[in-house]
């Protein structure tokens, strides 16, 4: 069975840094596109960002140039760098993972940031 589990959410200040690592566990036969999503309280999930096995990436406007995406497919983890944190940026974030002709996600970790 395929697990996701995300780590590194928090409570920081604006205008600091997080790092969320995601690590996906079980078998996967072919792991494709890794990415993040989150949902803020009262809204939809929306993407955050993600990245291709072709090293491809797609980040929402609200994020280019403060956050990046990266991936260690050795370890079956992607990670997303958080930057320049704004309180708009709180929300429960959520990896997600396509692999195997299938979605797999997260139970979510917690980003909080104070203004």
């Known amino acids: 069975q395929v697990r996701l589990v995300e780590s590194g959410g928090g409570l920081v200040q604006t205008g600091g840094s997080l790092r969320l690592s995601c690590t996906a566990s079980?078998?996967?036969?072919?792991?494709?596109?890794m990415g993040w999503y989150r949902q803020a309280p009262g809204k939809q999930r929306e993407l955050v960002a993600d990245?291709?096995?072709?090293?491809?990436?797609n980040y929402a406007d609200s994020v280019k140039g403060r956050f990046t995406i990266s991936r260690d497919n050795a370890k079956n983890t992607v990670y997303l760098q958080m930057n320049s944190l704004k309180p708009e940026d709180t929300a429960v974030y959520y990896c997600?993972?396509?692999?195997?002709?299938?979605?797999?996600w997260g139970r979510g970790t917690s980003v909080t940031v104070s203004s």
């Open positions: 990245l291709t096995t072709a090293g491809r990436t």
């Open positions: 079980g078998i996967i036969v072919s792991i494709g596109a």
């Open positions: 997600n993972v396509y692999g195997d002709l299938r979605n797999y």
